[in-house]
C-alpha cells in the first residue's frame, strides 16, 4: 500500500522538477533539481550517472528526500518523501526517454539530440521508497506526516 494520497499523486505526475537531498554523513545536503516519475506502486524513480556525488552517497547512506511544490501562482501545495533508495542498473535509458517526452517538446530537434546524447552514457536508476511523506495543501490548512513503520 502506498503511502502517498491521490492529491499527491496528481501534483506527482506534473511536469514539475523535485529536489533532491541524498543523506551525506557529516557533509551537509545539497539538494539538486531533478526529473522524476511516480510509479503506480507509489515509489518515485530518476535517472543520474553512476559516478556522480549523489549516487556516490547513496552508496555510503542510502537514504534520501525528494521534495516537490507547486509552481509560484498556485496555491500552495508541496509532498516531501524520505525513505531508502535503491540503486538500479536497468531501466535508466528508458526512464530518460519516458521523462524527457514529459518535460521537453520531442518534436523539437534539439531536444531529440539532447535526450539521444543522455541515452548514451551510462546511467542508473535511483527508486526511493517512501518510508515517511509529509505534505501540506493550503485548503487543508495543514501539514500532515504519513509515517510507515
Not at 93 to 103: D, E, Q, T, V
Not at 141 to 149: C, H, N, P, Y
Amino acid at each position: 500500500m502506498s503511502p502517498l494520497t491521490d492529491q499527491d499523486i496528481a501534483l506527482l505526475r506534473r511536469p514539475l522538477y523535485g529536489f533532491l537531498s541524498v543523506a551525506g554523513g557529516p557533509d551537509p545536503a545539497e539538494p539538486r533539481p531533478v526529473w522524476f516519475e511516480v510509479t503506480d506502486t507509489g515509489t518515485v524513480q530518476l535517472f543520474t550517472g553512476p559516478d556522480t556525488v549523489k549516487v556516490r552517497r547513496l552508496r555510503r547512506d542510502a537514504r534520501a528526500c525528494i521534495v516537490v511544490t507547486a509552481p509560484v501562482g498556485e496555491r500552495e501545495h508541496w509532498v516531501s518523501i524520505t525513505g531508502p533508495v535503491r540503486i538500479e542498473t536497468d531501466g535508466a535509458s528508458a526512464l530518460a526517454g519516458r521523462l524527457a517526452a514529459r518535460y521537453w517538446d520531442l518534436d523539437d530537434p534539439a531536444r531529440v539530440r539532447d535526450l539521444a546524447a543522455i541515452q548514451a552514457e551510462e546511467q542508473v536508476r535511483l527508486v526511493l521508497h517512501p518510508d515517511k511523506v509529509s505534505r501540506y495543501v493550503l485548503d487543508q490548512r495543514a501539514t500532515v506526516i504519513t509515517r510507515l513503520t
